[in-house]
């Protein structure tokens, strides 16, 4: 089970190395989301000597008076061999192996943060231990609870510190090691007091008693030991530390350890609770509680990690695909975002996207409504027939048919025609030219980029404009042929009394009459209106040949002929992110790839049980 406790270990430190705190960012924290163990109790009551004997090492300041000024969160890995050594958070890749010259630090490191006063911080120093000698475990050094300020500390002391130990302990996630000394009345125990306050069922505290070795002769802590004098959920466990004497006289922590072992294996009062009492002992409850803490938060910790990746996966789709870095893959790129919007603009023609509808109306409606507006009838009227007709003989009246009449009657009326096929072709390239802008910010992958942007949509209506230019040549030259040719059928099969016009017996003056101007008037009409129509189908038809048809065809043909000239360094340009959004990106990627880890890791755990 060390292997889960180093798991914890390493997703901490990961999100430590992060910045993950949770202080400021937006995402929830492992850090927070994990136990460590804070030691708690009035000054001097032993806290720094329990957690030295936990790690087996000498490395904290320890003494009379006010020695922790800061909190130190320290923690502990085991390493299966090599030599010890300790890192600090404030000097990352310096390691110590001389434990002296870390207690050095930390006394130097507290008085930089405090200055040489008896303040204290909040800021908390970052130990970590290496070390085959010790279990996993993430332990949190506090300065000692006290009841007045001494030596111009100032007045607020008191209540800095208590706030301080309270800010540790009150988070849920947090084991409090409650030390209290055997030589004093636990009816007065700091440790005790403010740990029943933040956890009133005692959930989460472990008592622990120093000093036992100090007690008065006569009396013993079996009472206290055995629960009955204070009753906590956990077993009180009693430690023998060493004297201030011991400290002095430099024994060392094996020394220390084999004397705790003796003193309650051979001192009567204690022998039937030896197997349960000393810091070796409180190593591995606290470890074993930490397992059990650990394992029950698994599957909180999973919703977690995977809630975040989603959201770090979904903010970096968003943010779409980092950029190539050889001109091969920056041209494949700009292609693809290519071929996305012209797949785009397609549907808005093909009708899986709206908007190629208005294309037909122009059809239905628009044009015939033009057409119907050119008013024939009012061109072909008797006295604009007679004027073209007189015109058109100058000055030798026709003989038999008025010929050249006929033929200017209908051009004039045919040209006309000219002005609904040119709007008409308009009309459709502007709704082209408003699907492509339709389609370019429904580009995802456009938005990325703007100068990409701006040059595709460029280059889009660029080619539409030589398509409507290509569009209004071809019908007009479908208007000019209707007028260049005319049908003969159609007036061969004019019935006879039409031809009267042409009749040579009915004099020179009969030819000009109403009622023949009339009769020619509506012939034209008829003739010009059977064009019309069939006009009417045909400009259809050539706009969408040369302007529809040809922008699915080929609207990014001509973009994609210059790109191929185009060099790596021109590509760059039109693939110019925001450098906010690239560093953004990277940053996200960086996350993601810290909370897949972990989930692998804490999946792994979580199977394997
Ligand atoms: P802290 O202020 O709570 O961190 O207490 P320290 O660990 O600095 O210890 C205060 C003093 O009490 C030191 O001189 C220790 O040597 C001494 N001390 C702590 N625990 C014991 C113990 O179990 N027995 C004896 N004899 N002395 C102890
Ligand atoms: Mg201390």
Redesign the pocket.
Known sequence: MENLIALVNRLQRACTALGDHGDESALPTLWDALPSIAVV??????????L?SIVGKDF?????G???RRPLVLQLHRIDEGREYAEFGHLPRKRFTDFAAVRKEISEETDRETGRSKAISTVPIYLSIHSPNVVNLTLI?LP?LTKVAVDGQPESIVQDIDNMVRSYIEKPNSIILA?S?ANQDLATSDAIKISREVDPKGERTFGVL?????MDKGTDAVDILEGRAYKLQFPWIG??????Q??NKNVDMIAARRREREYFAQTPEYKHLAHRMGSEHLGKVLSKHLETVIKSRIPGLQSLINKTIIELESELSRLGKPIATDAGGKLYMIMEICRVFDGIFKEHLDGSRPGGDKIYNVFDNQLPAALKRLQFDKHLAMENVRKLITEADGYQPHLIAPEQGYRRLIETALITIKGPAEAAVDAVHGILKELINKSISETSELKQYPSLRVEVGNAAVESLDRMRDESKRATIQLVEMEYSYLTIDFFRKLPQDVEKGGNPTHSIFDRYNDSYLRRIGSTVLSYVNMVCGSLRNSIPKSIVYCQVREAKRSLLDHFFTELGKKEGRQLSTLLDEDPAIMQRRVSLAKRLELYRAAQSEIDSVAWSK
């Open positions: 109790g009035g000054q001097s009551s032993g806290k720094s000597s329990v030295e904290l300041p320890r003494g009379s006010i020695v922790t050094d000692g030390i000394p120093t000093k036992i070795d100090l430690v023998v530390n060493r004297s201030q011991d400290i």
